[in-house]
């Protein structure tokens, strides 16, 4: 059993793995940077809602036939939220999204939707990654760049196809236990052998709710 801070909540989680000393990540303040870099567009934001397919380790998708997912969901799916008069909206890709960490650009792939960009950060004496998903990124993030966190990366990819998801921001986080140098993408962030993946919500201080798969649009 290792303690892993999250920053705001400490938590311990059981992590079978050997070489990770213990780690501290700090708290994820996507929320907030995403309203600061889109104050125009957010500045109603009251709070996230989410589909339960959106949530870390869903089995089910929240788009199309609603069916089941081909491994379970490796992170959170941000898209729908409340504004401050009760109404339901989307983020769309007019929205510039920010990183979340300081960090190291590893790798940048095609997913289903855009592009996928991974990270690694280092901090007190370890190292975690976390993830994008679904992205059009900007020219200027490559693979080996040094990013700060707030710096612009992208924007949400932009199309909304029939049988397809909105527009969503996907976004991952966690812990490396074995060799990575060989690089990072999707097969790594689901492979429970080198990988530990931990729930993104965890990390946020954000209001949410949740609701019923489907209820929210067709
Ligand atoms: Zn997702």
Known sequence: MDRINNGQNSMELAI??????????????????LIENNHVRL????RWIF???MLFKSHVKWWGDRGLRAQPHEGLDLCFY???????????NAILIPACYSGLVVNIARDFMGSSIFFLTEISG???????????PNSDIVTGKMINKGDIVGRLAEKWRPGAPPP?????IGIPFADISSGLDWNVFGDERSFYLMDPLLFMGSDYSIISDGFLWI
């Not at 409340?82 to 769309?92: A, T, Y």
């Not at 969503?168 to 991952?172: F, K, Q, R, V």
């Open 16 to 33: 079978n793995k050997e070489k990770n000393r213990e780690i501290s990540i700090p708290g994820c303040d996507i929320t907030e940077l």
């Open 126 to 136: 370890g190292i975690f990654c976390w993830a994008y998903g679904h992205l059009n």
């Open 51 to 53: 589909c339960r397919g």
């Open 168 to 172: 969503h921001l996907h976004l991952s």
């Open 43 to 46: 500045s109603q934001f009251s």
């Open 82 to 92: 409340m504004n401050q008069g009760s109404q339901c909206r989307l983020i769309d």
